[in-house]
């Protein structure tokens, strides 16, 4: 029921935006898929951080007005180079590189979060607890990331500094088998990947990223500037679609989508989608001055952007 009512929501905002919803711009395609009049490209890294805006692309596959075109990026740096040259209409992309290329002048908004919680420390099985981390090497995938706070809130927590470990940047697919040879003690990382340290029998979880930070900040939905401004009807369907489409994401909805886009076992999924949840995507003004706050308390940035500027949420 939710899913025919956004279907309707996104037909009737459209039909506004194109003043006289003249059907006939729709064309017909071989095989019998429709064009659909507006297309909001979207770029993203194949990860359960993801999972609302493909589960918005899947909602949306055969909706005649609006849909989701899905950009598949390999790294962060890829996706943000697309992000930030405007190549994209957005992103589900790491929310500290989003405020990082704000604070550089690129013009994109965050419009929601990417998910809640979700994110694990695993180490190796020798690893004792927290304050065993001394002298380890963790591996995060960007200096810019909630990962990295995630890793420094840990140390805190134990009496210990980031000067206390060795801190080395990899590609998320490249950290559990650096876990597995030894190359690496521990890392933070988006999932499923913590997932997949964990399913070989080498690895554990030392924290989930609740037990560190309540209600932590992570991913978030950006939008380009340009692209709200000229289409602004569009953005708006498109934002309200993500957060239904977020809500929509039960266990069996998400293990289904996570399973489409993912390609990982079902065991890695399951255990990964227990660390997660969609529903209830705002950014609140708390959470992100907390974001803010932790951003320069550990030399992520000293002026990262007031919310004012860089968080929408009126559409």
């Avoid at 596959?61 to 957005?90: F, I, Q, R, T």
Wanted: glycine share 8%.
């Amino acid at each position: 029921m939710k899913k025919h009512l956004l279907l309707t929501l996104l037909i009737g905002t459209v039909l506004a935006l194109s003043g006289c919803g003249n059907a006939g711009n729709a064309s017909a395609k071989a095989g019998g898929d429709v064009k659909a009049e507006e297309t909001v490209k979207i770029a993203y890294l194949p990860i359960t951080h993801s999972l609302a805006v493909l589960e918005e692309a899947e909602e949306l596959a055969n909706n005649e007005k609006v849909n989701v075109e899905l950009v598949k990026y390999g790294s962060w740096p890829e996706l943000l180079d697309a992000l930030n040259s405007g190549n994209v209409d957005g992103a589900s992309v790491l929310i500290e590189l989003a405020m990082k290329s704000k604070a550089e002048g690129v013009g994109i908004k965050a419009v929601a979060l990417g998910h809640k919680d979700g994110n694990v420390i695993v180490v190796s099985n020798d690893v004792k607890d927290g304050a065993d981390l001394k002298g380890r090497t963790i591996a995060i995938p960007h200096r810019q990331s909630s990962h990295n706070i995630l890793v420094n809130d840990a140390l805190a927590k134990n009496g210990l500094t980031i000067d206390d470990i060795n801190v080395v940047e990899l590609a998320p697919t490249e950290m559990p088998s650096a876990l597995v040879t030894g190359t690496i003690d521990g890392y933070c990382v988006a999932e499923p990947f913590g997932a997949v340290g964990v399913s070989t029998g080498k690895a554990k979880v030392l924290y989930t990223s609740e037990e560190l930070w309540e209600d932590s900040v992570c991913c978030a939905l950006v939008l380009t500037d340009d692209f709200i401004d000229k289409k602004s009807d569009t953005a708006k369907a498109f934002v309200e679609g993500y957060k239904t489409a977020g809500n929509n994401l039960d266990a069996d909805t998400a293990k289904a989508v996570a399973g489409k886009y993912l390609k990982q076992k079902d065991d890695v999924l399951e255990t990964s989608l227990k660390w997660i949840s969609y529903d209830d995507l705002d950014i609140t003004e708390e959470q992100y001055n907390k974001l803010t706050e932790k951003v320069k308390e550990y030399g992520l940035s000293d002026n990262p952007p007031a919310y004012s500027d860089f968080v929408k949420t009126d559409f």
